[in-house]
């Protein structure tokens, strides 16, 4: 007999946190706010959405890629290869984090959007100073995941979701709700 073990590393895990056991990354006191943006996400083809800080450089605050054929559901009612869904993306004021809206929109487990926040320009590592857990800021930011808000006030990582090199973190979106880049107390 062969036993053979598999762990799911692209899927959410079970680990739900409240949001008092995260550090959530937070964003510079000086850094212009992203504002909110409305885009129309069509199955039938890729969209990708930027959320730009607004400086001089438009800054890149977040990115959402959505995949053709990523749109499932609205409200409990499927959505076809030729449907379409007008989506907001809200920043979190202060904090590295967003809200995708309207509330009930499923995106298909075979195409998720993949949501990437970049911090390298206003992103403020000190809520990991003092903390035990992390040796220093790098240590936290290679700790960072993307949480989702399973229930008010707990949260639990997103599918795939990873640091990219020092100064971002991406993870797949798998349905409306909020988002923050965060790690563990």
Known sequence: MILVGCEDLGGPTDETLATADLLILRQQAAAPAPGNETIWVVNSRPVTLNVLHPDAGNTLYLRIE?????????????????????????????????????????????????????????????????????????????AL?????????????????????????EGRVEAAGNYVAAAPR
């Open 145 to 169: 995941d993307i949480w989702t808000e399973v229930t008010s006030g707990q949260w639990g990582r997103t599918p795939s979701t990873a640091p990219i090199g020092v100064d971002a973190v």
């Open 66 to 142: 959505f995949p053709s054929g990523s749109l499932d559901a609205l409200g409990g009612t499927p959505l076809g290869p030729t449907d379409s869904v007008q989506v907001t993306v809200r920043p979190r004021s202060g904090e590295y984090g967003f809200s995708i809206s309207p509330s009930g929109l499923v995106f298909a487990t075979g195409a998720l959007p993949r949501a990437t926040l970049d911090y390298a320009v206003y992103g403020d590592r000190s809520v990991a100073d003092g903390v035990p857990t992390y040796a220093d800021r790098d240590a936290y930011s290679a």
